[in-house]
Structures are given as C-alpha cells and as structure tokens.
C-alpha cells in the first residue's frame, strides 16, 4: 500500500522572485565546458564562474546579495586557465576548493568582509598532467578532498598537505564522482560508459557495472547513506536518461527512465532531509521536481516549472533557509547575466509555527570525524540538530564550524610532494581491481555432521604439525597490480631550496638550443646557460654566490656563432665545451673567482667536422676524451690535451640523437633518427658491434646505461606521439624488455642515471613534473617511484655528483632546477625516522669521481681502470644496520583474540574427542536390557 501513500513534499513548488530579488548583471560571459555546475554555494557566499581572467577566476557574492550589481563583483584569481569545478567545505563557510584545466588544485580562505579580490591561496597543490575535472569535500570527515583528472582519482588530506590515495582502474577520462553519505565509498562515472563503486582506502573497485550508453557527459549521486546512486547521462539514441543503481548489485541499473532529447547534460541535485531530487539541464528553461524512494518507482516526479537558459544551478545549505516560511530547499540558478534565487515551499494556510514534519533534524555543520580517523578506517555519520528556530536559540552546536586547516594556514603553502601513485598501480597501464571473494555459498561454515563426516574421512595424525591460523583464513583471489620488488626510494620526496638560495631574474634565455642539446649544464660550482643574441651566448653563475642579476651587463662568453651544445668537463669544473653550429667545438677556461668580464676568445678551438655539431660528451673516466656527433653523421672521439681526432664512427645514416658512455667507458652507444640503436667498441672498430630497432617516434631520443652497464634505458615518442622509456638489453638489441608510456608532450625526455640508487630521473623542456624509476634486473626493469611535481616550468634539471648530497638529511639525489627566469636549488631525499644515523642501506660506498683514472693515451692502449670507492659515511655519525633493534609496537587492532582462537585442526581434535568420548563401551549393561517382556504363551489372539 506504500505505493498509494502521499508525499508531504507532493505539492513543493518554486516561488518565483521579484525583479529587485534577483541579482542582475552578474558577468557570467560565455562558459566553456566542464563537468562541474559552475556555481555554488555555502550559508554565507556564492561562487561562480566569470569571464574575467581568461575564466581563471571565480565571482564571490553574499549569499543574502539582491538586485543589480553596479559594479564588479569580488574576485577569486584562482588559476591561470578556466576553474573547471570548485566546492564549498561542508564544515567552513570560507573554505573553498577549486580546479582548473591547468590542471592545479587550490584552497582559498575566504574572508568574513570580502569587499576586494583575493589572490593568494592558503593550500596549493602541485599541477597535474591533464585538467582536473572533479573536485569534491568528503561529506563527513573534515580535510578530505577528492579530486578527479582524466582516468585518475585522488584522495588529498589538506591538513597534512599530501595526496594520500590515487587511484587508477578507469579505461577514459572521469566525468563526475560523488561520495557514499558516511563517506566509505566514492562513485564515479566515465567516459568508458562505465558506473564504478570505489572503496579508496583499500584501493579497490567495490563494483562496477554498465552506465550510458553514450560518451556525453554524465553524472552521478548517492542517495545519501543509502545504498542507491543516481546518474544522469544520455542513451544510445541521445535521449537523456536517468539510472537508479543498487550499490549491491551494480551489473545493470535497476531503473532506467528516458526524458528527452534535449542536448544540455543534466545536473542532479539532493536535498537530503527530504530527498528532493532537483534535475536541471545546462541551457535548459525547466527545472523538474523528483522525491526518492528506495522502493519502486525510485524516483517520483512531482512538477517541473520555467525559468530562465540555465547555465548553472547550485544547491542552498539547509541551516541559511528560511524554515518558517515553509521553504524546504533554495536553488541558485546561473544565467546568462543573473543570479536567480529560487526557493522550493511546501504551500501552509499559516506561517506562524513551525511545522516539524517538514524538516527532520538536519546535519550539524561540524565534522563526525578528523581526516586521521578517517583514513584509519573509520566511518561515521554526522550528528543531526533541530531546525526549529525556537530550539536554537542560546545554542551554537548547529552553527559553522572553522576548518583546522583554514585556522591553521598564515600563508600560502605550496605542496610538493608528488601524488603518491605508489598507493595505486604506479604503472599508467595497469588497471585497479576489487578483491574478489569466493562465492558466498562455499564460505558458509559445514553443517555438524559434515564436519564429523569431514574428521572421520581425514583424521589427522597426532605427529602432524599445527596449522597456522593464517592457513585457514579465508583466502581472496586478488589481482596484483605490480611486481613485488619494494624500492627503498618509492617514497622519496623532492624539495626546491629557499628563494634566497636561487639565481633570479635570468633575462632572454634561449629558447633556440637544438633538441639533441641538455640546454643545461652543471658542476659542483658552475651552472651554464645559453642566452639569445647574435654570436651564441652563454652565461655562467657561481652556484655558491645566489643573487638577483641585474637586468642587464652581467658577463658571458661570446662564441661567435649559434651554440648546439655545451658541458663542462667532469674533472676540472672551471673548463667548459662548446659545440657550435659552425662545425666548430670551442674550449673555454672560466676564471677561478668566476666572470667578471665578457670572454670573447677560446683557449682553443678543434675542426674536423664538416657541418654543425649536434651535442658533445666527455668519458666518463680518461681526462680529455671528448665525443662528439655532427650533421656529418660521424661520431668522432677527440684528445683535448693534443687537440686531434683518435677516433671516427661510422655507420649512421640520419641525425643522431643522444651518445651515452659504458660505465666502463669501452663502450659507447647511439640512438639515431633512422630508428635504429648501436653500440660501438671505438678502440676495437669504427662500425657497430650491435644493432637494433629502437623507438619508433622521430622527435627525438636519449639513451643511458643501467644497472652497471647490463641494460640500456632509452627515452623517446612511438609513433602517436606519447613519450615512453624502454629497456634493452645490451647484448641484444633484437627486441624491447619492457617499455612504459609516460604521457603526451612534444618536449623530449631527459634521463638522468644514479648509480648507487640505481634510480632514473626523467623530465624534459617545459615540463614541471620529474618522473623516476628504479631500474632493477628482473623484469619489468622499470619500477615507478615518486613522481616530483615543481609548482612552475622549468626548461632543464641538471644534476651534481654525488659527493655533493647531504648524507645526514638523506639526501640521495641534488640539482639545480633552471625556470624562464632563475636557477634553483632541488633536493631529493628519503623518508626516514632514525636519521641520527647514517643511513647504510641506502648510501652505499659511491665513485670518486673528483679525478680521472687514466690518462687518454692510457684508454687509446686498452687500458680500462674504474673509480675508486669511497664511503659516504660522516665521522660522527653510526650507520643504521648497528642502531639497536626497537621492539615491536603492539597492534592498534586485532581481528581475532589470539588466546581464543582455534584452527581447523584443533576444532577437528576436539569434535573427535567428545564423539569418541560418547561412544565409549560401558560395563554396566544398556537400559534396553534391563527392560522385562511376556512369554510367548502370553500373547492372546
């Protein structure tokens, strides 16, 4: 009889406002596509979306502002391309998140009396490769935030300022995410028709199941904590649909309602006291009334009713409605130039009392739980407060409660520790799947007698060893999402030095350094850079003197000609090699105490090509083996101490990307525009030893040696022009080991090799993001660690030796990071508690590479001598493997009382026992014998 009920809400409608009630020439311009609503709102402000600033920023009005507006309103500058979506903080008023398609992530503490425009943000996250789509507050736990940027999603604790979860598992871009209502699970839909149920804090897929069957943009809902979620899309014929799915059974919706054919994606919104459903479709004039049900029909529609195009609709916090005049829900709907508030009433004879059976007890707007509680595993409910005004008064548990984070920010913080894909499937090709049980009838515990049954059968044998409890817990067949090889720097973190450690203000660096060039270079005391103007420019900066340059007349060398290349010699940081696109290498002495005045001549110059010079590299271990590659197709190997060619290589017939030495340096080895890999023994032949086919993209390349020489790691584009790394080995080139696609960019990637880390870092010109890997023996050779992400651009990241790192601050990895305008210091490190001591396992002793091991006229001989180790170990510091072993913490949680717990083997010992125990033989005689009958003759007919 349910389904004949009446709903209080049957007769709710819209009262439409007065002229002077709207707000008028609100300059909302011409909003480009996105998955967010482009307005919303808090019990204090509204935000929404502008033209101003190319669409990076966002308006702010009070949410009591009425009529026309006579001036601009407020501004958020929030990005540097349009906000794509933004959301107000359940539990602070002031605290407002936003995204853009620059792919950045910001929070903004709004203040009380905004009459200005607001520039600085309190939390900045770093820029992601794609724009961000979703961003979205956990409904119950304060200082989480969901984001969601193409086929990722990420769980970011603002508090602490980290990403803690990214989750992968969706085969295309994400279009809307809502969480569950106690904040458990988060539901997403996306552009791979899919509907999908995410548990983040285990890393799983809950269920998944079919959505539209059209790639438009579509959202969805969760009916608060109930098991049903809504979404909103289009049908295969373009008709817009509605689904309703049951979270238990996802393979198919268990309601589907067809609308209309109109093109504008639907926007759904709830109320949640009274599950009032609001649809309204972007561009629409009618915005349509549903209640919610758990039962059939689901969805009840009560009336639909006029207003103006609609280009965004936002939905009132329920404590700022005005419940004595029976409004049960207040909409704030974005037009072309206005602002139109339009509240929802339930129709009452009298507004002089409350009526109670219109508003049941709402959330109070404080959260049930911090975002460490959370992440632990628990889950909770807020609490509910009555909105009878009469039982308000002299009572604040109902009114908005700050954000710690919002209490706790001075200033603007900028967070750059990368996204932790760690938590998820580092690898961009594996997918994230659910834990997959046994059906749930086999895990049913047998019956007595099958287990009596079971004991008889399989008695075991008392010399049997125990089982172990972990033997007979249930075992879920799991999907692994990556090899089992745990890196000790996974979790490394990079951080760039204080402004006060930087070169600033470089002025008219060179955007024209070919692609086969670093365009950086870096020792422990010099950094060099080229500069436009005529005759090739390049200035050096004393790494140890950081300043503000001047705006102009700051000393340079002067090469003449248009640099190709340039590198400093590894064993002298005052020599410095320029290849120049005359044909010409220059060699250059830089004064001890650094330029003071402009160099105009070389302290030599060497000819033997015959075209411009693509890149110059010196050996890693002889003193003044320099290779260099040319227009020419020829690699040639030249002594610097007697300026003349040892070597030519032959064998190439197109550009020649990249050169790597051996860590031997015997070897050397090419990657080629013609797509091919060499290897060549120089002293041995002028020809290759071996050959392979190598990327198939012809933008560019770079190739370096891993894991002592045993492999070689290549950097390039396939042929849709996504850049990759891919692994070979050095002893057959035939075929790829393993090759992993990182992105889609046209800059090349740049690797940089630490030996004792075995760690690669991969960036390339006008990236902000530095990618890493482990290169390891066993297969895939390439484990993803922490990926950095500066919080600008940058055009190179050089690296320093390793007798540079700070050991006692675990640092394993230090550079200089080079922007459009300054250099910057970048440190790597490692996470770790003890740091008192010298951390052993991960500094092992590393290569003196302050001095060469042989001459050029020994390497030309044959000769092959390695670096010297030396151990990186400070004198008052003691190494980790002797720090005293801690004692075990006692477990937070248990699933089990250990001293309770019985396994199979024991349960069997023990239903034997009492059945052998009832069946024991007696000597007293049985009952039945003792009984006394009659005679046969007694018997009668």
């Not at 398609?101 to 992601?128: C, L, R, S």
């Not at 009032?276 to 039962?295: C, H, M, P, Q």
Request: hydrophobic share 35%; aromatic share 8%.
């Amino acid at each position: 009889m349910w389904k004949f009920k009446v709903s209080k809400f049957k007769n709710t409608a819209p009262k439409l406002p007065k002229k002077e009630e709207i707000i008028g020439n609100v300059p909302v311009g011409n909003l480009m596509n996105s998955c967010g609503n482009h307005i919303k709102a808090s019990c204090k402000y509204i935000a929404f979306n502008v033209e101003s600033g190319g669409g990076g920023c966002l308006g702010i009005l009070p949410l009591e502002t009425t009529g026309k507006l006579t001036k601009s309103p407020p501004l958020i500058q929030a990005h540097t391309e349009f906000v794509s979506d933004f959301d107000f903080s359940p539990f602070d008023d002031n605290l407002l998140a936003t995204a853009s398609q620059d792919g950045g992530v910001k929070i903004w503490q709004i203040p009380d009396e905004i009459d200005e425009n607001v520039y600085n943000a309190i939390v900045t996250f770093p820029n992601q490769e794609r724009r961000v789509e979703n961003v979205l507050w956990h409904p119950t736990a304060s200082d989480i935030l969901a984001t969601s940027c193409y086929q990722h999603l990420k769980i970011y604790d603002v508090n602490a300022q980290e990403p803690k979860y990214a989750i992968s598992g969706h085969e295309d871009q994400i279009q809307s995410i809502s969480w569950k209502g106690d904040g458990s699970l988060i539901a997403t839909t996306a552009r791979d028709k899919m509907v999908r149920v995410f548990d983040p804090r285990a890393f799983a897929v809950s269920a998944e199941g079919p959505g539209h069957d059209n790639v438009k943009d579509s959202r969805i809902m969760w009916l608060g904590d109930t098991p049903y979620i809504l979404s909103t899309g289009f049908g295969r014929n373009r008709s817009r649909q509605i689904h309703i799915y049951d979270q238990r059974a996802l393979s198919a919706p268990v309601k589907v309602m067809e609308l209309d054919s109109n093109t504008g994606t639907l926007m759904p919104l709830r109320d949640e006291d009274t599950n009032l459903v609001f649809l309204a479709g972007k561009g629409d004039t009618r915005i349509s009334l549903y209640e919610a049900s758990e039962k059939d029909p689901y969805l009840t529609e009560f009336n639909s009713d006029m207003v103006d195009q609609v280009k965004g609709v936002a939905m009132v916090p329920k404590l700022a409605l005005n419940v004595m005049q029976c409004e049960v829900a207040r909409l704030m709907v974005l037009t072309k130039n206005s602002i139109i508030p339009l509240p929802y009433q339930v129709p009452r004879k009298t507004h002089t009392e409350f009526y109670g059976e219109l508003f049941p007890d709402t959330n109070v707007r404080k959260a049930a739980m911090t975002a460490e509680q959370w992440i632990n595993g628990e889950n909770a409910l807020l609490e509910k407060v009555s909105l009878d005004p009469s039982k308000q008064n002299g009572t604040s548990s109902y009114k908005c409660v700050a954000s710690a984070t919002a209490k706790s920010a001075a200033k603007a913080i900028e967070i750059s520790k990368a996204d932790n894909q760690s938590h998820a499937a580092a690898n961009n090709s594996t997918t994230i799947k659910a834990t997959i049980y046994e059906n749930k009838a086999s895990a049913q515990p047998p019956t007595e007698a099958e287990q009596m049954l079971e004991v008889i059968k399989n008695k075991p044998s008392r010399s049997s060893p125990t089982s172990s409890p972990a033997e007979h817990r249930p075992t879920p067949k799991t999907i692994f999402t990556s090899n089992l090889h745990q890196a000790k720097f996974r979790h490394f973190q990079g951080t760039a030095a204080h402004k006060s450690l930087h070169i600033d203000n470089i002025r008219n660096l060179s955007n024209s350094v070919p692609g086969e060039s670093d365009g950086f270079a870096v020792n422990s005391q010099r950094c060099a850079v080229s500069l436009t103007g005529a005759g090739g420019i390049i200035a050096v900066f004393e790494v140890g003197k950081p300043c503000r340059l001047p705006d102009s007349g700051i000393p340079i060398i002067q090469n003449g000609r248009n640099v190709s290349d340039f590198v400093f010699d590894p064993f002298d940081d005052s020599r410095l090699v320029v290849g120049c696109d005359d044909a010409r290498i220059q060699v250059w002495t830089i004064p001890d105490d650094g330029l003071t005045e402009t160099l105009e001549a070389p302290d030599f110059y060497l000819t033997g090509h015959n075209e411009k010079i693509y890149f110059v590299r010196f050996h890693p271990l002889a003193k003044d083996i320099l290779a260099s590659a040319s227009y020419d197709m020829t690699v040639k190997i030249w002594d610097l101490g007697t300026r003349s060619v040892l070597i030519t290589l032959e064998g190439h017939t197109d550009t020649i990307f990249c050169l790597s030495w051996s860590p031997d340096g015997s070897k050397c080895a090419t990657v080629c525009k013609d797509g091919k890999i060499r290897i060549y023994e120089p002293r041995t032949s002028t020809q290759p030893i071996l050959g392979g086919a190598g990327p198939d993209g012809t933008r560019g390349a770079r190739i370096v040696w891993v894991c002592n020489g045993k492999y070689l790691a290549i950097t390039g584009f396939d042929k849709k022009g996504n850049r990759l790394i891919a692994v070979y080995d050095a002893s057959d080139l035939t075929s790829q080991l393993f090759s992993n696609e990182l992105d889609y960019s046209p800059s090349i990637i740049i690797p940089h090799y630490d030996e004792d880390s075995s760690t690669i870092f991969l960036t390339g010109r006008g990236d902000s993001a530095v990618y890493a890997f482990e290169a390891y023996t066993e297969y895939p050779h390439l484990f993803p660690l922490s990926t950095y992400k500066a919080d600008s651009l940058h055009q190179a990241i050089g690296f320093l030796p390793k007798l540079r790192c700070d050991v006692k601050n675990v640092e394993f990895a230090k550079g200089f990071r080079l922007t459009a305008s300054s250099i910057e210091p970048i440190s790597f490190t490692v996470p770790r508690v003890k740091m008192e001591y010298f951390q052993d396992d991960i500094f092992p002793d590393t290569n003196d590479t302050t001095k060469p091991t042989m001459t050029a006229d020994e390497w030309m001989n044959g000769a092959s001598r390695v670096f010297e180790k030396i151990s990186l170990r400070p004198s008052d510091m003691k190494p980790l493997s002797e720090a005293p072993v801690s004692a075990p913490k006692p477990k937070k949680y248990k699933s089990y009382k250990e001293e309770e717990f019985k396994t199979d083997e024991q349960k069997k010992e023990e239903l034997l026992s009492a059945m052998v125990s009832k069946m024991e033989v007696q000597d007293s005689p049985l009952p039945q014998d003792l009984t006394e009958g009659v005679d046969s003759d007694e018997w009668s007919d």
